[in-house]
């Protein structure tokens, strides 16, 4: 082993990055071609191979491009809630009425907006605890001379939107639940 190895990797959803001795990231899809950038003494622990067999196996994106596209058709059906216009009443003076969004509609936005919530939840857990998981194991597989990290910022962005999402399906049932109190309170 060399006692100059100095080897940061970080691995993500799309691509690997390597930057040896504070140079310059380079980053692949493939772990084959950031191995053939280094003298064979760089990586005597197989740090990347450790980081292609977390990034292929572990790391998964799927249900967050579901939540995503979920995300997507909800803003669509959000967007076909009736605006506000102008009515004029019996005395001739004109009054601006928003009409309420139909059952079904409110109902199919509000139910896809949990859906995506849960999908990005559990996508969000499952990348946290994955992630925690592999530095924990590569750390104790080399007796503490490798030293991991899991990005910061990367998992509070995540719980972020998780947050948000979660937030906006609360503002739709709350919505769902308001007009069945009103129109209960209407009908009597």
């Given at each position: 082993m060399s006692n100059n190895a100095s080897l940061d990797i970080r691995a993500g959803y799309f691509a690997l990055c390597l930057r040896h001795a504070q140079g310059e990231w380079?980053?692949?899809?493939?772990?084959?071609?950031?191995?053939?950038r280094l003298q064979p003494d760089q990586?005597?622990?197989?740090?990347?191979?450790?980081?292609?067999?977390?990034?292929?196996?572990?790391v998964f994106y799927g249900l967050i491009v579901a939540a995503i596209v979920l995300?997507?058709?909800?803003?669509?059906?959000?967007?076909?809630?009736?605006?506000w216009h102008e009515e004029i009443d019996d005395s001739g003076s004109a009054r601006d009425i928003k009409p309420f969004p139909s059952r079904s509609v409110t109902s199919t936005a509000s139910l896809l907006s949990i859906l995506a919530s849960f999908l990005?939840?559990?996508?969000?857990?499952?990348?946290?605890?994955a992630s925690v998981t592999f530095v924990t194991d590569v750390e104790n597989m080399t007796y503490r001379l490798?030293?991991?990290?899991?990005?910061?910022?990367?998992?509070?962005?995540?719980w972020l939107a998780v947050g948000i999402m979660l937030?906006?399906?609360t503002g739709l049932l709350v919505m769902i639940?308001?007009?069945n109190l009103l129109d209960a309170l209407t009908d009597d």
């Open positions: 380079s980053c692949s899809r493939n772990a084959t071609s950031l191995v053939q990586d005597p622990a197989n740090l990347i191979g450790y980081a292609a067999s977390f990034k292929d196996d572990i995300l997507v058709v909800v803003i669509g059906i959000l967007m076909t809630f009736p605006g990005a939840l559990l996508s969000m857990l499952w990348q946290h605890v490798v030293q991991g990290h899991v990005g910061v910022v990367g998992l509070a962005l995540g937030l906006g399906s639940f308001s007009l």
